[in-house]
């Protein structure tokens, strides 16, 4: 059983940096693409960046590319998400997910199996 668990979230001031953690549990992370996606409120649930499986290629929503570094540590099992010079807009419930198909590596929400249950970031200005 997969089980996928987020740490990291909290309250923080435009401009400051944060990093976000995902441990995996019942499933070896570099076997699969695994990525970041984030629910603000009264708003769907958007990509935020994702790495492939195997060879570590990375991907970035336009919003927060050059703010935000998607990292994989095969040893510990995790996937982090490390953000800086945070802005109000990046407010969400940011959640980690896997898809679980394997040598395809997609940023939609729809091509996600499995999701943590979210960890929020407020960011206020």
């Known amino acids: 059983q997969v089980q996928l668990v987020e740490s990291g979230g909290g309250l923080v001031q435009a401009g400051d940096s944060l990093r976000l953690s995902c441990a995996a549990s019942g499933i070896t992370l570099w076997r699969y693409a695994m990525g970041w996606f984030r629910q603000a409120p009264g708003k769907e649930r958007e990509f935020v960046a994702a790495i492939s499986w195997s060879t570590g290629v990375t991907r970035y929503a336009d919003s927060v590319k050059g703010r935000a570094t998607i990292s994989r540590d095969n040893a510990k099992n995790t996937v982090d998400l490390q953000l800086k010079s945070l802005k109000p807009e990046d407010t969400a419930v940011y959640y980690c997910?896997?898809?679980?198909?394997?040598?395809?590596?997609?940023?939609?929400?729809?091509?996600?199996?499995?999701w943590g249950q979210g960890t929020q970031v407020t960011v206020s200005s």
């Open positions: 997910a896997v898809d679980l198909q394997t040598n395809r590596f997609v940023v939609q929400t729809a091509g996600y199996d499995d």
